[in-house]
């Protein structure tokens, strides 16, 4: 968490996914800092522009004289663009308590709800398919009103995974969409087998199929050749590999993250340039935050929840005033910006405070 502070005492909060969290603290204390310090919070665009400027060479210099070495903070470039997140959706909490707004209304929407998709469908402790728990997660998760479920593949042959698939449809039912996540399992030829043999139990999104290092490339190939949507982004740090996704690996669905890169201001970019494209913006986790955003864009689809305590339990701890999630919608409230704050015994709990 990352809060700021104006002199006239009102506080904005951000949040960062992300780690080394020691890297990242190092970035916002060390480097960050002097930038942010005695700005107005209103110009979040210009502060936005002069903290990403700092990710190239010379103007990021600073960040790593002792090594001699200059580009980028020493190579740290997830980590500082996770830091820039953490301050631009502060800046964009601030904004919205300085104008007495909500964010999804300061973006210009219309609207204070978001669907959203239930996700879970991990494999056993051993990594099995644990068919049987899979299946009653599942259901648990239709019975709160989901009609949008996620579960993970890639783990296990694609024979064992389509197994896993046809479990979960032949008990939820025709009504209920299932989406698939390979967390980068596949490799080309093999992406394009498990898809073509997912592809009868009417699979919503395949995504992140690939092995991180053809995910553009490959991906596209993979796109080109199989009739479920592809879905990725939550690897991509800025609207240029957002951009690349789009245009060269055929994506249908982005799941750019603005908690760990780049914050409100790059989501915002990356979704005008989905939008251009006729793709749909469907972010991880962070209902809290993301639900603002995929309220407010013209292509905000859907957002990841996770209903089960055990796998986002700060979800069920951090925050006060978190917006309520019924039958598979997200409800966002009026108040001013987040419209979150931060839960004293969950902070104590889970929170060290660094500077
Ligand atoms: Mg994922």
Not at 172 to 193: E, H, K, P, R
Not at 251 to 256: A, P
Not at 333 to 346: E, M, R, Y
Request: net charge negative; glycine share 12%.
């Amino acid at each position: 968490m990352v809060e700021l502070r104006t002199n006239e005492g009102v506080t904005g909060i951000g949040e960062i996914h992300g780690r080394p969290m020691e890297k990242i603290v190092e970035i916002l204390r060390d480097g960050f800092a002097s930038t942010v310090i005695g700005r107005n919070p209103l110009e979040s665009e210009a502060l936005y522009n002069d903290l990403f400027a700092c990710t190239c060479s010379r103007q990021g210099a600073r960040f790593h004289r002792g090594g001699g070495q200059p580009h980028f903070g020493g190579g740290a470039k997830p980590q500082m663009m996770a830091a820039i997140a953490g301050i631009d959706i502060a800046l964009w909490d601030l904004k919205g308590k300085l104008l007495g707004q909500p964010v999804w209304r300061l973006l210009g929407g219309g609207k204070s709800t978001a669907p959203a998709y239930a996700s879970g469908g991990y494999y056993g402790p051993e990594g099995e398919a644990a068919i049987d728990a899979l299946v009653e997660e599942m259901a648990s998760y239709v019975a709160l009103g989901y009609s949008t479920v996620k579960m993970k593949v890639g783990g296990l042959p694609i024979s064992a995974d389509v197994e896993r698939v046809r479990a979960v449809r032949d008990s939820a039912g025709a009504g209920v969409t299932i989406l698939l996540d390979a967390n980068q399992a596949y490799d080309i030829q093999s992406a394009i087998a498990a898809a073509r043999a997912f592809e009868p139990y009417g699979i919503g999104w395949f995504e992140e199929p690939l092995h991180w290092y053809d995910s553009v490339f490959g991906l596209g190939q993979v796109s080109h050749a199989i009739s479920i949507a592809t879905a990725s982004g939550e690897s991509e740090l800025h609207r240029w590999g957002c951009r690349d996704l789009i245009e060269h690996a055929g994506i249908r669905v982005m799941q750019f993250d603005c908690t760990r890169a780049g914050g409100v201001t790059e989501w915002l970019k990356v979704a005008a340039c989905a939008a251009a494209h006729g793709v749909v913006m469907a972010p991880h986790h962070d209902a809290q935050i993301h639900g603002h955003l995929v309220a407010a864009v013209p292509n905000g689809h859907i957002l990841e929840v996770f209903p089960n305590p055990l796998r986002d339990p700060l979800w069920e701890e951090l925050f006060t005033g978190r917006p309520n999630v019924t039958n598979g919608v997200v409800h966002l409230s009026d108040s001013p910006g987040f419209g979150f704050g931060l839960n004293a015994i969950g902070m104590q709990k889970y929170a060290t405070r660094v500077c």
